[in-house]
């Protein structure tokens, strides 16, 4: 990262690019193909949210886009209400439209920032997050992100999260780097590659996977996992406990 916190992009600038991007985030069976794995993400995810969560009543897509994560937990867990949260407006419109299409329950659409979202306490059994929180900056941001999903989730409820992620070991960054810009050239040549590092610069603020499991452990988590990495990508998440009773 070379841009500083105070010069990346706002959320105003944020929502004007994902306003122009819908097309390319409604395909469920390609997912984004800047993200590497991002359809066996998706499976990934889906699976551990059914097989590690009791029931599925509720769900909050964080930074949902067009949808594809919920639409994907709809084929494997039908009927559940949905509550669906973005920046952009057109993003929602087209999530809206194709999961209520697809047998949600009651289907619910937030346009804010997450941090700043009034939500229900203890109000969901799954929250999903994909390719959204490298948008959050410094540790306290980090945490009150964390510390408010966990408040979100029901006992026993679970997060499922995948995203870019950083290194710890610079060494390392640098070799996971140098094999996701490989993968965005042979997408779309070195032109493709530096679009999409130019964004990422921009916008993002990716944490290692390493400090998120820690993150997650720290706010409460009980049972903690991951389910994939590919270079500097990562699925992964973590089940809050049951509430003791008697």
């Known amino acids: 990262m070379t841009v500083p916190f105070s010069q990346k992009s706002t ?5 004007a690019r994902f306003d122009q ?20 993400a998706m499976e990934l995810i889906t699976q551990a949210a059914v097989t590690a ?24 867990c039908p009927g559940f209400d949905s509550d669906l949260l973005d920046l952009s407006g057109p993003m929602l ?9 697809a047998g949600a329950g009651k289907v619910r659409v937030f346009q804010t920032d997450f941090r700043a979202a009034d939500l229900p306490v203890g109000g969901y059994d799954v929250i999903l997050a994909a390719a959204v ?5 410094d540790d306290a941001d980090w945490e009150n992100a964390f510390r408010k999903i966990y408040a979100l989730l029901a006992p026993g409820g ?3 999260i995948t995203d870019l992620v950083f290194h710890e070991i610079p060494a ?23 679009k999409v590092f130019a964004y990422i610069d921009r916008e993002d603020s990716p944490r290692p996977l390493t400090y998120q499991l820690d993150l997650l452990r720290r706010v409460g988590f009980s ?10 990508f990562a699925a992964f998440g973590g089940v809050k406990a049951q509430a003791i009773t008697g």
Not at 53 to 76: F, H
Not at 133 to 137: G, K
Not at 223 to 232: Q, T
């Open 11 to 15: 959320i105003d600038e944020i929502r």
């Open 21 to 40: 991007d819908v097309e390319r985030f409604s395909n469920l069976e390609t997912g984004q193909l800047a993200t590497i794995d991002a359809t066996l």
């Open 53 to 76: 969560t009791p029931r599925i009543r509720r769900v909050l897509d964080i930074g949902c886009g067009a949808g594809n994560n919920t639409l994907k937990l709809l084929q494997a």
């Open 93 to 101: 419109e087209r999530a809206q439209v194709r999961i209520s299409a």
């Open 133 to 137: 929180l490298h948008h959050l900056r």
């Open 158 to 160: 679970s997060v499922w």
């Open 172 to 194: 390392v960054h640098d070799l996971m780097w140098q094999r996701y810009g490989a993968y965005l050239e042979g997408l779309g040549g070195a032109e493709y590659r530096e």
């Open 223 to 232: 049972g903690i996992d991951v389910l994939h990495k590919n270079s500097s």
